[in-house]
């Protein structure tokens, strides 16, 4: 059986499952800990322009976050890794599952070439790793080295350490900077998640990951993720045996060419929105993104690689890499999350000699929403808690076009937003059966997905 929702319950059931609507609903550092479950795989970038894109991430989504939260949790009670050349964290109760994809870099025709060329460099770094116990690449004096010519190091030492790292021999011990400080994983993984799972358990298991954390996903390819070739057919016969055995639901959303999946766990999630109704688990502990603005990073799940177009018909393109002259908007500009709606963006740096959040720049999509008030407020307290995160003394609104908004923005500063519980109530037109409230909620996501990790 397909189910078929509106785009406005699928934008509703992604963006409530991500924990960022109807409001942030994690809180502290053990509510980090239950954002980055949620999100499944916390992409980390090293550019700090406001600050770096995962801790904007999870700031987002969780009150009282502070910078370098997911460090702790990561590298100080390792509940989290590190891993991939698509770099990210996830949980370590998973490592299992990953080291399957570990070893599939030894496959890999980069990796094989390597080793036949610097096969002495990659003894030397176990040696090193073993008798040092912490070692990183700055150790290594480039006129002592091999050079290399790869993006990922210069020194043959450099690469030693991070194939060491991608095949699951090392692991990150704790980062200096953002630069990767190695050990030998027997000394940071939990003995008993050094190990590897039965490959096609692994497979299954990431697999439904993916599923888990789009949301809705077409699951037509998995690209280079697997570490190995997935055919169409084989992902085909893999997501009708899912579908058949009731781990995936198939949905069909209005508008969208393909019939998408979900992980079966949240289809009560779903129908609850069907019906009208907001679920319970997704209370926000403080404003609703009614009453407060929500900005996204640029490499947010819901809004990142063309996804803002197909969820909120909104056009987002980070340009951080492009050429100064071809740039729309600007280098780090953020989605404006209001309500339920991507209804701008900005874009921002924070100027760390003066305390100064300078926002170079505000573009709405419909240019009366500027002389809203209900938004002007929304705003207004979003960039107190943005300006209060980045621990900014004062905020230089002048580039912000639009007057009525600029003079709202410049009494941003760093103080402690404050805001009532709420739960917003979704519009009477999601279900025929009208808006009320929930009498009882299935469980979240997140408590089936933890389940699902244990």
Known sequence: MTLEIPLEVARWFILGKQGLWPGRRWQGLDGAELAMRAIEQLQLDPLVLLARAHDLILHARVLDYHQDDWAKLTYEQRRFFDWGGWLAVRPMDELPHWRVLMRRELDQPNWIAFQKEHGPAIAEMREVLAERGTVSNREFAAGTRVRVDNYRGRKDSALALHFLWRIGDAMIHHREGFERV?????????????????????????????????????????????????????????????????????????????????????????????????????????????????????????????????????????EIYKPVEIR??????????????????????????????????????????????????????????????????????????QRSLRAVLGQSSARVVKGGVGARRLPSKAGSGGVRPAKSHPGSYLADNQARSS
């Not at 579908?243 to 009560?268: F, K, N, S």
């Not at 609703?288 to 909104?314: H, I, M, N, Y």
């Not at 280098?331 to 339920?340: A, E, F, Q, R, V």
Request: net charge negative.
């Open 182 to 318: 190695y050990a030998l994983t027997e000394s940071i993984a939990p003995p008993d998640m050094i190990h590897e799972s039965d490959p096609e358990i692994a497979d299954d298991y990431l697999m439904t990951k993916l599923v888990g954390a789009d949301g809705l996903a077409p699951m037509r390819t998995v690209g280079n993720f697997m570490r190995r070739k997935v055919s169409p057919s084989e992902l085909a016969d893999w997501r009708r045996s899912k579908l058949e055995g009731r781990e995936l639901i198939e949905v069909r959303v209005e508008g969208w060419r393909a019939a998408q999946v979900a992980v079966a766990t949240d289809e009560p999630l779903i129908r609850e929105l069907l019906d009208g109704r907001t679920p319970d688990a997704w209370c926000p502990l403080g404003p609703t993104t009614d009453d407060e603005a929500t900005f996204l990073a640029p490499l947010d799940p819901v809004s990142a690689r063309g996804r803002s177009k197909q969820l909120f018909d909104f056009e987002y393109v980070w």
């Open 328 to 401: 729309r908007f600007g280098p780090y500009t953020m989605p404006i999350l209001w309500g339920d709606r991507l209804v701008g963006r900005f874009d921002a740096r924070l100027d760390r000699s003066t305390g100064t959040l300078v926002i170079n720049g505000l573009w709405l999509e419909d240019d009366a929403l500027a002389r809203d008030e209900a938004f002007a407020g929304a705003m207004g307290r979003g960039m107190d808690r943005l300006a209060t995160f980045l621990e900014a003394r004062q905020t230089d609104a002048r580039g912000v076009p």
